[in-house]
């Protein structure tokens, strides 16, 4: 669980490639673009950077990149559709790289999507930043949890059950459970030299979910939109370094 100074630069190199990769791929989202398009554009970039992709074929999950749609929140399959406008499309992309694991997701739209749509994707992004502010040591992962959650609940929107984040490092999911909510003070403490995923997933309406079609992703019960992001952190002396976001925004 805790890794040491070398390991997470380890960690922090493979985190940066990532971030790069997963800012090119966001610029290929547009109509028109299947994703399968993006999953082998995804996979492409992972081999040309020596790395290898730690989702493929990780539990019989057959792609590089996690492609959700819509309604789908987590582990849609890539295929033949072709995006559309007004889509929402999340792209969920794990690396690794010199024996170690890095994982990250964002949402983005298709074209051009509207308001509320927009603000489901802004509320969730602003959700992953509130949790990431509560990691220093000392602190524990309820505190976390707590802040995601009183978040969510005044953004309007609804927390997604039963899904939330994980440790990482040798293996792509490692203890501790990361959830996107809990009370202060409680939970395990957070150590200088953890490195975890924190993924808060919002629904436009519903908690509940139930498997989409592809039978790999997980959808809300109802059809309504649902948006996710993700970064892994280390716990470091001075707080948090987020080892997945580009060089200028690692604080």
Known sequence: MIKTKEEISRMREGGLILAEITEELKKEVRPGVTTS??????????REKNGRPSFKNYRG???????????????????????????????????FYKGFHTDMAITVPVGKAEGETLRLIRETKKALKR???????????????????????KSGFVLVEGLCGHGIGKNVHEEPQV???????????????????????LSAGSSKTAYAKDGTGIKTSNGSLSAHFEHTVAVTEEGCEVLTALDSKRK
């Open 131 to 153: 949790g990431i502010k509560k990691v220093r040591a000392g602190n524990t992962l309820g505190d976390l949890g707590n802040t995601i959650e009183r978040h969510v609940e």
């Open 61 to 95: 999950f057959p792609a590089a990149l996690c492609t959700s749609i819509n309604e789908v929140i987590v582990h849609g399959t890539p295929c033949n559709y072709k995006l559309k406008e007004g889509d929402i499309l999340s792209l969920d992309l794990g690396f």
């Open 37 to 46: 398009f993006l999953n082998d554009f995804a996979e492409k970039r992972i």
């Open 179 to 201: 959830l996107n909510q809990g009370k202060r003070n409680k939970g395990m403490e957070i150590k200088e030299g953890m490195v975890f995923c924190i993924e808060p997933m």
